[in-house]
């Protein structure tokens, strides 16, 4: 995102949006902050604007290319137009903090919130990290001092009301990885275990649910409203959200499809149509695709992007344009480890490999395993009766398939007495 490193917040209300092309769509009117239970400010997500007859819409900061005093600039003229709602653990920055009356510390001086700053970390995580504080001076004629100070010296701001539970969970488990918060979840009666998935934000929540049994799958989405499961369904891979929805009945399938950006249900609708047990119903459809003159530099800057799994990130496959599923023409694959040998200026049409036979989707799973297992691969290209790339295989979508259907299931005899931090008693 090209913008400074620290924005305040109450000077984007009203500020245009502009999509890339330059047309405005509508005017930033709040801010979205995800509260934790722990200490740290809360984390802005996001950014509310006014579209056309006062419709108003969430605009992740994912997508927000840059952001100043004059324009906010989507990197995408695509916009998800559901009305926004407010969440569980969300707090609308503007219309909630503006004109709070808090104190300072040390000290306790009282005074009210004016304005507040988030900061964007090394990470690319923005928080509320400075709040603009007027002292209260008791004189009607005479403005008090403003002063700018940490998130953390200002009390009286805002909180997580369950303390006790929802909350003190979260805090265990904010950091686990998904697939170990997904078993903490297991652990949890039914009730609470609704209200922790429904406090985490669509991305973490997705990334749980895909480590989830399909029963646990089905009734954490099922708590949810239809809008918000299909905003979850979205931020999960295709072949994941297929194979939650196949455990739904077609209606209720038909209905979150419906809901979900049509450039996100598309490729799951076509995973759905695969049958079981075969390469296409158990691929992705979305595996790293560049074109042959592509280089290995940007092969390699590709393969960095943090959000793409191991197996995904190991090798790029080569087609003729479109890049997305199914391609052009499908050329070979490249394996992560020849990139690091090749210099990075040289083209991947060069050291493409295309000796392997890729798979069809209708191959059985069994004959995916042996090939896989036979050449030492963690992925294989599926094409179509075209030669176009319509997806990938990957080693974790067959162990997967190939285990037990109940192997994510916790049973309590096996689990491990120190774990980690115990979640006894969270319901207290």
């Not at 920055?93 to 507040?116: A, C, H, K, M, Y």
């Not at 049509?262 to 049958?275: C, F, H, N, S, W």
């Not at 059985?364 to 075209?386: F, G, K, Q, S």
Request: hydrophobic residues 40%; charged residues 30%.
């Amino acid at each position: 995102m090209s913008t400074p490193t620290r924005v305040y917040l109450a000077r984007l209300a009203g500020v245009a949006v502009f999509d890339p092309n330059g047309d405005q769509v509508g005017r930033v009117r709040d801010a979205v902050g995800r509260l934790r239970p722990t200490q740290r400010p809360p984390e802005v997500v996001g950014l509310v604007a006014e579209m056309p007859m006062r419709r108003r819409i969430f605009l992740s900061l994912n997508r927000i290319t840059s952001i100043d005093a004059d324009a906010v600039v989507l990197g995408s003229g695509t916009l998800n137009l559901r009305r926004f709602e407010k969440r569980p653990n969300e707090l609308l920055v503007l219309q909630e903090l503006l004109d709070r009356r808090v104190q300072v510390e040390p000290g306790g001086q009282s005074g009210s919130v004016v304005d507040v700053a988030m900061e964007c970390s090394r990470g690319g995580e923005w928080s509320l990290a400075r709040v603009a504080v007027r002292e209260q001076t008791g004189r009607l004629t005479r403005r008090g001092h403003l002063h700018q100070v940490e998130w953390e010296r200002v009390r009286g701001l805002s909180g997580i009301a369950d303390s006790r539970g929802t909350a003190n969970l979260l805090s265990v488990l904010e950091d686990m990885r998904p697939a170990d918060l997904a078993n903490a979840l297991q652990d949890l009666p039914d009730t609470r275990r609704n209200e922790v998935a429904a406090a985490l934000d669509d991305e973490r929540l997705a990334d749980v649910l895909s480590e989830l049994p399909e029963r646990d799958q089905v009734e954490i989405l099922a708590a949810l409203d239809r809008e918000r499961a299909a905003d979850v369904l979205e931020e999960m891979d295709p072949d994941d959200a297929a194979d939650l929805l196949s455990e739904l009945p077609p209606p209720e399938q038909d209905v979150l499809l419906d809901l979900m950006q049509p450039g996100e249900a598309d490729p799951v609708r076509q995973l759905l149509k695969y049958t079981p047990g075969t390469a296409g119903s158990v691929m992705t459809s979305e595996p790293v695709i560049l074109p042959p003159d592509a280089t290995v530099a940007e092969a390699l800057a590709r393969i960095r992007e943090p959000q793409l799994s191991p197996a995904i990130a190991a090798q790029v496959f080569v087609s003729r344009a479109p890049m997305t599923t199914p391609t052009g023409r499908y050329l070979g694959m490249v394996h992560f480890q020849r990139l690091l040998r090749e210099p990075p200026a040289d083209l991947l049409g060069g050291i493409v490999v295309n000796d392997i036979d890729p798979l069809r989707p209708t191959t059985p799973l069994p004959e995916i395993t042996r090939r896989m297992a036979t050449y030492d691969l963690v992925a294989m290209p599926v094409i179509d009766r075209n030669n176009r790339l319509v997806g990938a295989v990957t080693v974790d979508d067959v162990l997967d398939h190939l285990l037990p259907r109940d192997w994510r299931e916790r049973d309590a005899a096996e689990r491990p007495s120190t774990a980690g931090p115990t979640l006894d008693g969270a319901d207290g």
